[in-house]
């Protein structure tokens, strides 16, 4: 299993203002996923992030919005730019157990409430 | 396209008592993983049990079993003995084993254990 850490836990941001979710994994994974939550809802997944490459975004997201960093195998963050109320979610950090099996284990999120 | 469905959207049991969350998918493949992830108020996704599409022997994990039926297409949980700590959300998931592909996500089932 994978120890993951994210942070901040929650915040209450502004509208029109940007912030920066860290996740830190105890030990070095290939690939890491950024998913979002929004109140009530199941998960969806916004990009996954390789290490020395650009992320992969999925349908409905883009990098100007969700901006990506992973400078090492055991570090990434996630900005979420220029936050509207509909921003407002838990953004979950994960990474993948069993090689190409589905496993994942995640980090305890980032809730995010955007005024 | 692979989609999962849960058609509870909140349970309830008494402590003790045994109860089942049923789960729906639909695909067109041979070989996948099926999952329940447990989300507690905490946040946290742990994974609670995993299936592979090829085994025909239900998995079991202590108290959580699943009914995993190919042919219907269905992957039910079972939680016996329930206890006030199984009180979460609990997702369904579905992974086409392919090295490209995402976890894919039921809305989720919401358990509420009675003392």
């Known amino acids: 299993s994978a120890v993951i850490s994210q942070k901040p836990s929650r915040d209450i941001c502004q509208r029109g203002t940007s912030l920066t979710i860290q996740c830190q994994v105890d030990?070095?994974?290939?690939?890491m996923f950024w998913y979002r939550q929004q109140p009530g809802q199941s998960l969806t997944l916004i990009a996954t992030?390789?290490?020395?490459?650009?992320?992969?975004?999925e349908s409905g997201f883009v990098i100007d919005k969700f901006p990506i960093s992973r400078p090492n195998l055991t570090f990434s963050t996630l900005t979420v730019s220029n936050m509207s109320p509909e921003d407002s979610s838990i953004y979950l950090c994960?990474?993948?157990?069993?090689?190409?099996?589905?496993?994942?284990?995640f980090g305890e999120g980032s809730r995010l409430t955007v005024l | 396209a692979q989609t999962v469905t849960q058609s509870q959207p909140e349970m309830s049991v008494q402590e003790a008592e045994t109860v089942t969350l049923s789960c729906t998918y639909d695909?067109?493949?041979?070989?996948?993983?099926l999952f329940w992830y447990k989300q507690p108020p905490s946040r946290q996704m742990i994974l609670v049990i995993r299936?592979?599409?090829?085994?025909?022997q239900n998995a079991t994990e202590n108290r959580f079993s699943v009914n995993f039926q190919k042919a219907a297409k269905s992957f039910s949980l079972k939680i016996s003995d329930s206890q006030l700590g199984d009180t979460a959300m609990y997702f369904c998931?579905?992974?086409?084993?392919?090295?490209?592909?995402?976890?894919?996500f039921g809305t989720g089932t919401r358990l509420q254990v009675f003392p």
């Open positions: 695909t067109s493949e041979s070989n996948y993983y």
């Open positions: 992030a390789n290490q020395g490459s650009e992320a992969t975004y």
């Open positions: 030990s070095q994974v290939t690939m």
């Open positions: 998931a579905f992974f086409r084993s392919y090295n490209t592909d995402k976890l894919i």
């Open positions: 299936q592979e599409a090829y085994k025909q």
């Open positions: 994960s990474v993948e157990g069993r090689m190409n099996t589905g496993e994942l284990f």
